[in-house]
Protein backbone atom coordinates (compact mmCIF):
# COMPACT_ATOMS: atom_id res chain seq x y z
CA UNK A 1 0.00 0.00 0.00
CA UNK A 2 1.59 3.15 -1.03
CA UNK A 3 1.43 6.35 1.30
CA UNK A 4 -1.67 8.16 -0.59
CA UNK A 5 -3.82 4.24 0.24
CA UNK A 6 -2.61 4.70 3.90
CA UNK A 7 -3.49 8.34 3.83
CA UNK A 8 -6.93 8.25 2.93
CA UNK A 9 -7.58 4.75 4.67
CA UNK A 10 -9.65 7.32 7.75
CA UNK A 11 -11.92 8.47 5.20
CA UNK A 12 -15.29 6.63 6.56
CA UNK A 13 -18.97 6.52 4.36
CA UNK A 14 -20.19 8.30 7.11
CA UNK A 15 -18.34 11.41 6.63
CA UNK A 16 -20.05 14.52 5.42
CA UNK A 17 -20.45 14.53 1.47
CA UNK A 18 -18.87 17.91 0.71
CA UNK A 19 -15.69 17.39 3.52
CA UNK A 20 -15.02 14.17 2.36
CA UNK A 21 -15.29 15.43 -2.10
CA UNK A 22 -13.08 18.02 -1.12
CA UNK A 23 -10.61 15.96 0.56
CA UNK A 24 -10.64 13.40 -2.40
CA UNK A 25 -10.27 15.78 -4.79
CA UNK A 26 -6.58 17.28 -2.86
CA UNK A 27 -5.54 13.30 -2.50
CA UNK A 28 -6.26 12.83 -5.78
CA UNK A 29 -3.38 14.85 -6.90
CA UNK A 30 0.53 14.19 -6.53
CA UNK A 31 1.73 15.03 -3.33
CA UNK A 32 5.23 15.88 -2.36
CA UNK A 33 6.97 13.32 0.37
CA UNK A 34 7.44 15.96 2.84
CA UNK A 35 3.80 17.17 2.64
CA UNK A 36 2.49 13.28 3.12
CA UNK A 37 5.07 12.78 6.31
CA UNK A 38 3.62 15.50 7.98
CA UNK A 39 -0.21 14.39 7.43
CA UNK A 40 0.56 11.05 8.87
CA UNK A 41 2.39 12.74 12.01
CA UNK A 42 -0.96 14.79 12.68
CA UNK A 43 -2.70 11.47 11.77
CA UNK A 44 -0.96 9.64 14.64
CA UNK A 45 -1.56 12.79 17.08
CA UNK A 46 -5.04 12.92 16.31
CA UNK A 47 -5.19 8.81 16.93
CA UNK A 48 -3.70 9.54 20.08
CA UNK A 49 -5.67 11.82 21.80
CA UNK A 50 -8.83 9.73 20.82
CA UNK A 51 -7.03 6.98 22.51
CA UNK A 52 -7.44 9.21 25.78
CA UNK A 53 -10.82 9.95 25.92
CA UNK A 54 -12.47 8.22 28.47
CA UNK A 55 -15.05 5.23 26.74
CA UNK A 56 -18.39 7.21 25.70
CA UNK A 57 -22.18 5.59 25.24
CA UNK A 58 -22.15 3.52 21.76
CA UNK A 59 -23.92 6.67 20.35
CA UNK A 60 -21.49 9.33 21.57
CA UNK A 61 -19.00 6.89 20.23
CA UNK A 62 -19.90 7.01 17.24
CA UNK A 63 -20.79 10.60 16.95
CA UNK A 64 -17.07 11.46 18.65
CA UNK A 65 -15.06 9.55 15.90
CA UNK A 66 -17.21 10.88 13.35
CA UNK A 67 -16.53 14.37 13.82
CA UNK A 68 -12.65 13.54 14.93
CA UNK A 69 -12.31 11.98 11.56
CA UNK A 70 -13.88 15.19 9.71
CA UNK A 71 -11.56 17.44 12.12
CA UNK A 72 -8.14 14.78 10.68
CA UNK A 73 -9.38 15.09 7.05
CA UNK A 74 -9.72 18.67 7.43
CA UNK A 75 -6.10 18.92 9.10
CA UNK A 76 -5.31 16.90 5.78
CA UNK A 77 -7.05 19.13 3.59
CA UNK A 78 -5.54 21.96 4.86
CA UNK A 79 -2.45 21.03 5.46
CA UNK A 80 -1.89 19.97 2.05
CA UNK A 81 -3.19 22.89 0.53
CA UNK A 82 -0.71 25.55 2.75
CA UNK A 83 2.52 23.08 1.38
CA UNK A 84 0.88 23.72 -2.25
CA UNK A 85 0.86 27.16 -2.12
CA UNK A 86 4.42 27.32 -0.03
CA UNK A 87 5.90 25.29 -2.64
CA UNK A 88 4.40 27.69 -5.66
CA UNK A 89 5.28 31.19 -3.70
CA UNK A 90 8.83 29.60 -3.13
CA UNK A 91 9.01 28.11 -6.78
CA UNK A 92 7.68 31.69 -8.03
CA UNK A 93 10.22 33.56 -6.12
CA UNK A 94 13.06 31.60 -7.87
CA UNK A 95 11.93 32.02 -11.07
CA UNK A 96 10.96 35.65 -10.70
CA UNK A 97 14.86 36.30 -9.98
CA UNK A 98 15.85 34.33 -12.91
CA UNK A 99 13.39 36.19 -15.37
CA UNK A 100 15.01 39.78 -13.29
CA UNK A 101 18.73 38.62 -14.51
CA UNK A 102 16.99 38.02 -17.58
CA UNK A 103 16.45 41.19 -18.89
CA UNK A 104 18.80 43.01 -16.50
CA UNK A 105 21.01 45.80 -18.23
CA UNK A 106 23.25 47.57 -16.85
CA UNK A 107 24.01 45.95 -12.89
CA UNK A 108 25.98 46.73 -10.17
CA UNK A 109 27.16 44.88 -6.67
CA UNK A 110 29.76 44.42 -4.21
CA UNK A 111 31.44 41.10 -4.18
CA UNK A 112 33.42 39.76 -0.49
CA UNK A 113 36.17 37.79 -0.96
CA UNK A 114 37.29 35.59 2.21
CA UNK A 115 40.48 34.51 2.02
CA UNK A 116 42.23 31.66 4.80
CA UNK A 117 45.13 34.72 5.66
CA UNK A 118 42.96 37.19 6.95
CA UNK A 119 39.53 37.44 8.92
CA UNK A 120 38.32 40.17 7.47
CA UNK A 121 36.98 39.54 3.44
CA UNK A 122 38.40 41.84 0.76
CA UNK A 123 35.24 43.93 -0.51
CA UNK A 124 35.33 44.28 -4.57
CA UNK A 125 32.41 46.97 -5.95
CA UNK A 126 31.39 45.57 -9.92
CA UNK A 127 29.72 47.41 -11.72
CA UNK A 128 28.73 45.59 -15.33
CA UNK A 129 27.47 47.54 -18.31
CA UNK A 130 24.53 47.27 -20.87
CA UNK A 131 26.92 45.61 -23.59
CA UNK A 132 28.87 43.55 -20.74
CA UNK A 133 32.27 45.13 -20.02
CA UNK A 134 32.97 45.39 -16.34
CA UNK A 135 34.42 47.65 -13.71
CA UNK A 136 35.66 46.57 -10.59
CA UNK A 137 37.43 47.98 -7.50
CA UNK A 138 39.56 46.59 -4.98
CA UNK A 139 42.34 48.22 -2.80
CA UNK A 140 42.55 51.67 -4.69
CA UNK A 141 42.75 49.52 -7.69
CA UNK A 142 40.39 49.51 -10.68
CA UNK A 143 40.70 47.15 -13.96
CA UNK A 144 38.20 47.13 -16.50
CA UNK A 145 37.71 44.23 -18.48
CA UNK A 146 35.80 43.81 -22.47
CA UNK A 147 32.52 41.70 -22.64
CA UNK A 148 35.46 38.56 -22.99
CA UNK A 149 36.45 39.18 -19.54
CA UNK A 150 40.12 40.43 -20.53
CA UNK A 151 40.91 43.12 -18.52
CA UNK A 152 41.92 46.26 -21.05
CA UNK A 153 42.54 49.32 -18.18
CA UNK A 154 44.17 49.28 -14.66
CA UNK A 155 44.10 51.86 -12.85
CA UNK A 156 46.06 53.26 -9.93
CA UNK A 157 44.29 55.79 -7.89
CA UNK A 158 46.47 56.82 -4.91
CA UNK A 159 49.62 56.95 -7.76
CA UNK A 160 47.23 58.39 -10.55
CA UNK A 161 48.94 56.07 -12.90
CA UNK A 162 47.25 54.09 -15.90
CA UNK A 163 48.25 50.59 -17.24
CA UNK A 164 46.21 49.88 -20.81
CA UNK A 165 46.48 46.53 -22.35
CA UNK A 166 46.31 45.64 -25.79
CA UNK A 167 43.99 43.81 -27.06
CA UNK A 168 45.11 39.70 -27.12
CA UNK A 169 43.57 36.81 -28.75
CA UNK A 170 41.30 34.26 -27.05
CA UNK A 171 42.76 31.40 -28.92
CA UNK A 172 41.44 28.32 -27.58
CA UNK A 173 39.51 29.42 -24.28
CA UNK A 174 36.08 31.61 -23.81
CA UNK A 175 37.39 33.89 -21.88
CA UNK A 176 37.84 34.27 -17.80
CA UNK A 177 34.63 36.29 -16.74
CA UNK A 178 34.10 37.25 -13.22
CA UNK A 179 30.94 37.65 -13.62
CA UNK A 180 30.04 33.94 -15.31
CA UNK A 181 28.35 32.64 -12.83
CA UNK A 182 25.44 35.63 -13.63
CA UNK A 183 25.37 35.09 -17.49
CA UNK A 184 24.69 31.04 -16.37
CA UNK A 185 22.05 31.80 -14.11
CA UNK A 186 20.34 34.12 -17.05
CA UNK A 187 20.00 30.73 -18.99
CA UNK A 188 19.44 28.54 -16.36
CA UNK A 189 15.36 27.09 -15.72
CA UNK A 190 12.04 28.32 -13.66
CA UNK A 191 13.58 25.51 -11.22
CA UNK A 192 16.22 25.35 -8.56
CA UNK A 193 17.99 22.07 -7.91
CA UNK A 194 17.19 22.01 -4.22
CA UNK A 195 15.58 24.37 -2.00
CA UNK A 196 17.46 25.51 1.20
CA UNK A 197 14.58 26.54 3.37
CA UNK A 198 14.30 30.48 5.30
CA UNK A 199 17.29 32.39 6.58
CA UNK A 200 17.92 35.93 7.51
CA UNK A 201 19.80 38.08 5.40
CA UNK A 202 21.57 41.26 6.43
CA UNK A 203 17.65 42.04 8.14
CA UNK A 204 15.74 40.34 5.58
CA UNK A 205 13.76 36.97 5.54
CA UNK A 206 14.65 34.44 2.71
CA UNK A 207 14.24 32.03 0.73
CA UNK A 208 17.31 30.01 -0.27
CA UNK A 209 17.74 28.08 -3.86
CA UNK A 210 20.92 25.76 -4.67
CA UNK A 211 21.71 26.28 -8.07
CA UNK A 212 24.39 23.79 -9.97
CA UNK A 213 26.06 25.89 -13.05
CA UNK A 214 28.40 23.91 -14.66
CA UNK A 215 30.14 22.21 -11.97
CA UNK A 216 29.83 25.13 -9.63
CA UNK A 217 27.17 25.51 -6.65
CA UNK A 218 25.22 28.34 -6.05
CA UNK A 219 23.18 29.02 -2.79
CA UNK A 220 20.92 32.17 -4.11
CA UNK A 221 19.37 33.71 -1.32
CA UNK A 222 15.63 35.39 -2.13
CA UNK A 223 13.56 38.26 -0.43
CA UNK A 224 10.26 36.22 0.93
CA UNK A 225 8.39 39.64 0.01
CA UNK A 226 9.34 41.10 -2.87
CA UNK A 227 11.23 37.90 -4.82
CA UNK A 228 14.36 40.40 -5.03
CA UNK A 229 17.92 38.93 -5.14
CA UNK A 230 19.63 39.15 -2.32
CA UNK A 231 22.93 37.10 -2.29
CA UNK A 232 24.68 34.60 -4.13
CA UNK A 233 26.96 32.70 -2.48
CA UNK A 234 29.89 30.26 -3.84
CA UNK A 235 32.29 27.89 -2.22
CA UNK A 236 33.47 25.66 -4.62
CA UNK A 237 36.27 27.19 -4.64
CA UNK A 238 39.66 25.00 -6.67
CA UNK A 239 41.72 22.43 -4.21
CA UNK A 240 44.76 24.77 -2.43
CA UNK A 241 43.13 28.14 -3.43
CA UNK A 242 43.97 30.91 -0.87
CA UNK A 243 39.91 31.90 -0.87
CA UNK A 244 37.06 30.37 0.66
CA UNK A 245 34.04 31.15 -0.65
CA UNK A 246 32.76 34.55 -2.39
CA UNK A 247 29.70 36.09 -1.83
CA UNK A 248 27.92 38.82 -4.07
CA UNK A 249 25.18 41.16 -2.19
CA UNK A 250 23.90 44.89 -2.68
CA UNK A 251 22.50 44.13 -6.31
CA UNK A 252 20.61 47.12 -8.05
CA UNK A 253 19.54 46.40 -11.73
CA UNK A 254 19.32 48.19 -14.59
CA UNK A 255 20.55 51.27 -12.89
CA UNK A 256 22.05 54.13 -15.71
CA UNK A 257 25.82 53.82 -15.10
CA UNK A 258 28.49 56.75 -16.89
CA UNK A 259 29.88 55.16 -20.30
CA UNK A 260 33.15 56.75 -19.11
CA UNK A 261 33.34 54.28 -16.33
CA UNK A 262 33.83 51.49 -18.79
CA UNK A 263 36.27 53.86 -21.20
CA UNK A 264 39.29 52.10 -21.89
CA UNK A 265 41.73 54.85 -22.66
CA UNK A 266 43.23 56.39 -19.05
CA UNK A 267 41.36 59.19 -17.49
CA UNK A 268 42.76 62.52 -17.49
CA UNK A 269 45.07 63.76 -15.11
CA UNK A 270 46.84 59.78 -15.10
CA UNK A 271 50.13 59.20 -16.51
CA UNK A 272 49.39 56.31 -19.22
CA UNK A 273 51.85 53.75 -19.53
CA UNK A 274 51.24 50.36 -22.59
CA UNK A 275 51.48 46.86 -20.60
CA UNK A 276 53.75 44.39 -22.25
CA UNK A 277 51.72 42.32 -24.86
CA UNK A 278 50.43 39.08 -23.05
CA UNK A 279 50.56 35.94 -24.90
CA UNK A 280 47.86 34.46 -27.04
CA UNK A 281 45.80 31.81 -24.34
CA UNK A 282 46.70 28.11 -24.67
CA UNK A 283 44.51 25.50 -23.73
CA UNK A 284 44.26 24.10 -19.83
CA UNK A 285 46.78 21.37 -20.58
CA UNK A 286 49.63 23.05 -22.46
CA UNK A 287 48.91 26.36 -20.40
CA UNK A 288 49.29 24.04 -16.92
CA UNK A 289 53.09 22.57 -18.13
CA UNK A 290 54.44 25.87 -19.25
CA UNK A 291 53.39 27.48 -16.04
CA UNK A 292 55.02 24.90 -14.00
CA UNK A 293 58.23 24.90 -16.32
CA UNK A 294 58.03 28.31 -15.46
CA UNK A 295 57.94 27.87 -11.69
CA UNK A 296 60.58 25.66 -11.31
CA UNK A 297 63.01 27.94 -13.57
CA UNK A 298 62.59 30.64 -10.91
CA UNK A 299 62.72 28.36 -7.82
CA UNK A 300 66.10 25.90 -8.87
CA UNK A 301 63.62 23.42 -9.81
CA UNK A 302 61.28 22.80 -7.31
CA UNK A 303 57.33 22.47 -8.00
CA UNK A 304 55.28 25.09 -6.54
CA UNK A 305 52.98 23.41 -2.95
CA UNK A 306 49.47 24.73 -5.09
CA UNK A 307 48.68 25.58 -8.47
CA UNK A 308 45.96 27.58 -7.05
CA UNK A 309 47.78 29.67 -4.39
CA UNK A 310 47.82 33.12 -5.75
CA UNK A 311 50.65 34.63 -2.96
CA UNK A 312 53.13 31.87 -3.41
CA UNK A 313 53.22 32.69 -7.15
CA UNK A 314 53.27 36.36 -6.75
CA UNK A 315 55.87 35.86 -4.65
CA UNK A 316 58.18 33.94 -7.17
CA UNK A 317 56.60 35.70 -10.47
CA UNK A 318 57.68 39.34 -8.81
CA UNK A 319 61.35 38.13 -8.16
CA UNK A 320 64.48 40.60 -8.78
CA UNK A 321 61.33 42.86 -9.45
CA UNK A 322 60.45 42.04 -12.71
CA UNK A 323 56.93 40.60 -13.16
CA UNK A 324 56.73 37.55 -15.84
CA UNK A 325 53.96 38.42 -17.90
CA UNK A 326 54.35 35.10 -20.12
CA UNK A 327 54.43 32.77 -16.58
CA UNK A 328 51.19 35.21 -14.91
CA UNK A 329 49.23 34.73 -18.72
CA UNK A 330 49.26 30.77 -18.47
CA UNK A 331 48.76 30.23 -14.44
CA UNK A 332 45.59 32.57 -15.13
CA UNK A 333 44.43 30.13 -17.10
CA UNK A 334 44.35 27.80 -14.68
CA UNK A 335 42.15 28.71 -12.10
CA UNK A 336 38.82 29.44 -13.92
CA UNK A 337 39.25 25.98 -15.74
CA UNK A 338 39.73 24.10 -12.09
CA UNK A 339 36.60 26.12 -10.84
CA UNK A 340 34.21 24.56 -12.92
CA UNK A 341 35.38 20.71 -12.15
CA UNK A 342 34.71 18.45 -9.43
CA UNK A 343 37.17 18.04 -6.87
CA UNK A 344 37.08 14.17 -7.39
CA UNK A 345 38.09 14.84 -11.14
CA UNK A 346 41.79 16.23 -10.58
CA UNK A 347 44.72 16.66 -8.17
CA UNK A 348 48.27 18.76 -7.91
CA UNK A 349 50.45 16.39 -6.37
CA UNK A 350 53.88 18.60 -7.07
CA UNK A 351 53.64 19.62 -3.45
CA UNK A 352 57.94 18.88 -2.06
CA UNK A 353 58.61 17.28 -5.68
CA UNK A 354 61.26 18.54 -8.42
CA UNK A 355 62.58 18.66 -11.66
CA UNK A 356 65.84 16.76 -11.07
CA UNK A 357 63.86 13.51 -9.08
CA UNK A 358 62.22 10.46 -9.59
CA UNK A 359 59.72 11.25 -12.57
CA UNK A 360 56.54 10.78 -10.90
CA UNK A 361 53.31 12.45 -11.48
CA UNK A 362 52.54 16.16 -10.49
CA UNK A 363 49.09 16.79 -11.74
CA UNK A 364 46.30 14.68 -13.09
CA UNK A 365 42.43 15.35 -14.53
CA UNK A 366 39.84 13.75 -16.12
CA UNK A 367 39.37 15.86 -19.61
CA UNK A 368 35.77 16.39 -21.18
CA UNK A 369 36.03 12.88 -23.23
CA UNK A 370 36.49 11.47 -19.28
CA UNK A 371 40.03 10.16 -20.45
CA UNK A 372 42.83 10.31 -17.08
CA UNK A 373 45.12 12.58 -18.31
CA UNK A 374 48.51 13.53 -16.55
CA UNK A 375 51.29 15.64 -16.07
CA UNK A 376 54.65 14.61 -14.85
CA UNK A 377 57.25 16.35 -13.39
CA UNK A 378 59.58 16.10 -16.77
CA UNK A 379 56.77 18.08 -18.27
CA UNK A 380 55.61 15.42 -20.47
CA UNK A 381 51.94 14.27 -20.69
CA UNK A 382 50.21 11.37 -21.34
CA UNK A 383 46.96 9.23 -20.95
CA UNK A 384 46.45 7.23 -18.01
CA UNK A 385 44.74 4.44 -16.15
CA UNK A 386 43.02 4.25 -12.79
CA UNK A 387 45.59 2.22 -11.65
CA UNK A 388 48.27 4.55 -12.63
CA UNK A 389 47.15 7.36 -10.23
CA UNK A 390 49.03 8.58 -7.25
CA UNK A 391 48.48 6.95 -4.36
CA UNK A 392 48.41 9.68 -1.24
Request: hydrophobic share 40%.
Amino acid sequence: MNDKNILTTTINDDLEPQLEAAVWAVLSEPLPADAIERVKSKARTLESEQVQVARPTPLAATSNRRWIQIAFLAACLMLVVGVTTMLSSTSNAFAQVVERIKTAGSFRYKEFVYLTSQEKPVEVEVLVSDDGRERRSMLNTVTVSDASGLPRLSLNEPAKTATVHELVSIGHEDGQRQIKWFELLRSYGNKPDKELGKMNVDGRDCIGFEVKLAQAVYAVWVDAKTSDLVQVEFTGMPKGSSVTKSVMKDFEFNVTLDPMLFSFDAPQGYQSSTAAKLPELLPFEESLVEALKGYTELSGGKFPRSITDQAEWMTILSKDGIPRITLAARLGTLTPYLTGMSHDDYDYTGAGKAVDGTRAIVFWYRNPEKQLRAVYSDFTVATITEADLPRN
